[in-house]
């Protein structure tokens, strides 16, 4: 499990990004990347992670089902996840 100050520094940087969307989209447009250089660092979408729901985990982190491998292997293998069974041939 990731440590929770890791998980809620990426909620801080999601709400800076949700903050700062508009501006950043319109001074980019206006081409005054002077201005952009001014906000803060994390308002930028690029800074983001994503991470593991229940477990808060980076790396190996499943889009389609907001899960990292792990918990997507377990969650499987109790039939959490509609559709989704263990392969067998």
Do not use: H
């Amino acid at each position: 499990m990731a440590r929770k100050s890791l998980i809620a520094r990426e909620e801080k940087r999601r709400k800076l990004v949700a903050k700062y969307a508009d501006l950043r989209k319109e001074l980019k447009e206006n081409g005054d990347y002077e201005a952009l250089q001014k906000l803060p660092k994390n308002s930028s979408k690029v800074r983001l992670n994503n991470r593991c729901m229940m477990t808060g985990r980076v790396r190996s982190y499943y889009r389609k089902f907001g899960v990292s491998r792990l918990v997507f292997r377990e969650m499987a293998l109790k039939g959490e996840i509609p559709g989704i069974k263990k392969a067998s041939w």
